[in-house]
């Protein structure tokens, strides 16, 4: 079983290689050929043929439309449809992807339609999204894609009135000659602009930020409109003629499989047309053991499933117990943990000549995703004569890599295999696993040519996670006679399934804050066995770092009789950009600024009214800089409220205000979400908790008031789904303690007996 979850892990980890390897000076200067060098180094593989696709060039032509690439058609009549390559999972990408096209195209937004593309990676490249990497993944290809075709219309503008592209302009959907106050749109230009050649993208030139038109302002999603008025865009809404529903049951402990079932009674109930045991893969992230049931509708199948009476053979499933793994990690705190992860200066001799030193002991439990949407596929298998096909229709955050599992599952060539990405409900890492589509390409293979949808009850999703890590952090911060930080220690405990490496999301960074700043500092850890599947839970590592971290370093301003604010600018001191200088190396400077900017607009040292506290907290993740200050008061019954966050954040140039804002909000409440009341307890290897009445997600009426305020730098842009979320979760910590004197160490905070 030391496969659980090894190929998600490797997958992560090359999304983060991906994003790593993009700097503000690669992604301004690529070559054609250096383009795609970077992107095979990023490990995207092919990124973009600019010449025009066969099969879509023939389409494009007999419809008589301008294909410049594989990203934008003009058709005569004037529209633009631009293709998003990538998964719309909420976090805007839909929107964000065609902005970045149009605004180098310079199109009229208002002539501007938005096509999903088809899981196509020979054409897009990675189609995927995760770790916020999107944006600045995408920025370079996205840009070219809508420059060479605002180049190639300029071009044909040139040759239609006989004068030097110099001399023209584009704006609006138009070519203009500003000399004689010609105009022609796009559309005029269409065919015209199809017979010439295609540039060398590393020829067309970029916009500068204070030339955008588009880019920074505010518009809405271009499925808005849908999305509330209930159009069928999800996973979930798929229907097909002659449809059959599929449920599937596993082993509540990972690892177990199939002894037996009472597969004949099931057979008898109503709407069932089929129940059968697939004995699985043996990798978690694909297809593990369990009972399918296919029937006439979901609920016919759900109804048959809690008919299901299996007996599981266990003897090689998770034993795994939350309780026993706390006890451990209290045993073994207060010494060194087995690897050094950082080690830097003269730590135990620092900590011997403090003026005063403190620590603590921090931890934070498993966690779901709890989408809203559960996890589900329909996949469609057709045999013919012609031989078989795969058709499918997946909410996933990494179809391309879908792609590759369900051909190796069915024996198929990945060119036998159409995906059609859906519109999915929530993300936040979870689906970048593709158990669910796996599951259903391996239901339909025992019912071929008819279209099943697997879907998955909340309990399923629940009980069937890759969770978010718990934790434990045991600090050691040293204090000098001005109550100066000079010193830190950390042994982090963490969880590991392969007795080699921590599991996605249990990984400490080797100069992870505060560390490179001291003279005198060490990370050690030590790694609990493990068979629970982990993976990457919306800003994985920093979610629970972050909630530790911050929140120590607010106990030592405390210790050292300072404020706060103060005494973390000066740990951050002087602006520089820590080596290796990447976007994804945090910047002083940058750091400094947004914690500034949060402290005045949330008025920090300000009076407060009694058992009503200020608290803040900063993390620099996924290339973003954010800070925030939470609004907090704490009353007699040991009620919190959290009534304001205030949140001020660097990610470079927006491209949709309204996405960003709306991002920096939804991840400031998930934060408050998960501070307050979200943990599952896993015991002899089983979740416990099975749906939102044990798992109280905070509901609507609790949510504080989210300000956002953004320092537009000219940065590479980075994404913004993630970078919110850490650091609201030690502001509330903070401001707890700023409130009523009472200091958390642990997550969630009802454990502790305060409610919301």
């Given amino acids: 079983m030391n496969q659980i979850s090894t190929n998600a892990d490797a997958y992560f980890a090359a999304v983060m290689a991906e994003f790593e390897a993009f700097t503000p000076k690669k992604a301004q200067d690529v070559s054609r050929r250096g383009f795609f060098k970077l992107s095979a180094a990023a490990g995207a593989g092919l990124v973009i043929a600019f010449a025009v696709n066969p099969k879509v060039a023939e389409a494009a032509t007999a419809a008589k439309e301008f294909v410049p690439n594989s990203f934008v058609r003009v058709a005569p009549d004037g529209v633009i449809t631009i293709i998003c390559k990538g998964p719309e999972i909420g976090q805007g990408i839909k929107t964000a992807f065609p902005l970045i096209v149009a605004e180098e195209l310079d199109a009229a937004w208002s002539d501007v339609k938005v096509e999903q593309a088809l899981i196509m990676p020979d054409i897009y490249g990675r189609q995927s999204a995760g770790g916020s990497t999107s944006i600045p993944a995408n920025w370079d290809q996205l840009r070219k894609a809508g420059g060479v075709a605002r ?311 629940m009980r069937h996670d890759f969770y978010r890590v718990g934790g434990f952090h045991n600090l050691r911060g040293a204090l000098d006679a001005k109550g100066k930080l000079v010193g830190w220690s950390n042994h982090f405990i963490t969880f590991t399934t392969d007795g080699k490496n921590p599991v996605t999301g249990g990984n400490f960074p080797n100069e992870e804050f505060p560390l490179p700043l001291l003279a005198a500092s060490e990370t050690t850890q030590t790694m609990l066995p493990l068979m629970t599947p982990c993976g990457a839970w919306r800003a994985p590592r920093s979610n629970g770092i972050a909630f530790a971290v911050q929140s120590f370093i607010n106990e030592l301003a405390v210790a050292a009789g300072r404020d706060h604010i103060e005494f973390f600018l000066e740990i951050l001191g002087e602006p520089r950009h820590l080596p290796p200088q990447t976007i994804a190396t945090l910047n002083t400077g940058r750091a400094a600024d947004v914690v500034k900017l949060a402290a005045e607009k949330a008025g920090w040292g300000k009076t407060m009214p009694k058992g009503r506290g200020l608290g803040f907290g900063f993390h620099f993740s996924h290339a973003g800089h954010v800070a925030e200050i939470a609004e907090v008061s704490v009353d007699a019954n040991n009620k919190i409220t959290v009534h304001k966050l205030t949140v001020a954040a660097d990610i470079g140039p927006i491209i949709n205000m309204s996405g960003a804002i709306n991002q920096c909000q939804g991840a400031a409440v998930d934060g408050v979400s998960t501070m307050m009341n979200l943990m599952v307890n896993i015991e002899n290897g089983r979740v416990l908790e099975g749906n939102f009445t044990e798992y109280p997600i905070l509901r609507m009426k609790d949510a504080p008031q989210v300000d956002v305020h953004f320092i537009q730098s000219n940065n590479l842009p980075t994404g913004l789904g993630e970078p919110a979320l850490p650091p609201a979760m030690p502001a509330i910590a903070n401001a707890v303690f700023a409130a009523s004197g009472r200091r958390l160490r642990s997550m969630p905070l009802r454990q502790a007996g305060l409610t919301t």
């Fill in 151 to 461: 180049a190639m219309l300029v071009s044909a503008a040139a040759k239609q009135w006989g004068v030097k592209e110099s001399e023209l302009t584009a704006q609006d959907s138009a070519v203009i000659h500003a000399a004689t106050g010609r105009k022609l749109k796009y559309g005029e230009l269409a065919m015209k602009a199809a017979a010439l050649p295609v540039p060398d993208p590393a020829t067309v030139p970029f916009k500068t930020r204070d030339q955008y038109r588009l880019l920074g302002k505010s518009y809405t999603g271009v499925e808005n409109l849908e999305v509330v008025t209930g159009k069928p865009l999800f996973g979930i809404d798929v229907k097909l003629p002659g449809m059959l529903y599929a449920a599937y049951e596993k082993c509540p402990a990972t690892g177990g499989k199939v002894a037996s079932a009472n597969l004949d009674y099931i057979k008898t109930l109503p709407g069932v047309k089929d129940a059968f045991i697939i004995e699985g893969n043996g990798v978690v992230s694909e297809v593990m053991p369990g009972v399918a049931i296919v029937a006439d509708s979901t609920w016919a199948a759900f109804r048959a499933k809690a008919a299901l009476q299996i007996k599981w053979d266990e003897s090689n499933a998770s034993k795994d117990s939350w309780t026993k793994s706390v006890t451990k990690a209290h045993e073994i705190a207060g010494k060194r943990g087995d690897t050094v992860i950082y080690s830097k200066g003269d730590v135990e001799g620092t900590f011997k000549g403090a003026a005063k030193t403190v620590e603590a002991f921090y931890s934070y439990p498993f966690v779901p995703h709890a989408t809203l949407e559960p996890q589900n596929t329909t996949a469609w298998l057709k045999t013919d004569s012609k031989g078989d096909s795969l058709e499918m229709w997946i909410p996933s955050q990494t179809s391309d890599r879908a792609k590759t599992q369900v051909a190796k599952i069915l024996g198929l060539k990945e060119s036998q295999c159409t995906l059609h990405q859906t519109r999915a409900g929530g993300g936040f890492g979870r689906r970048l696993v593709n158990d669910p589509a796996c599951e259903a390409a391996a239901i339909a293979q025992r019912v071929p040519n008819t279209p099943i949808k697997l879907t998955w009850t909340r309990e399923d999703d």
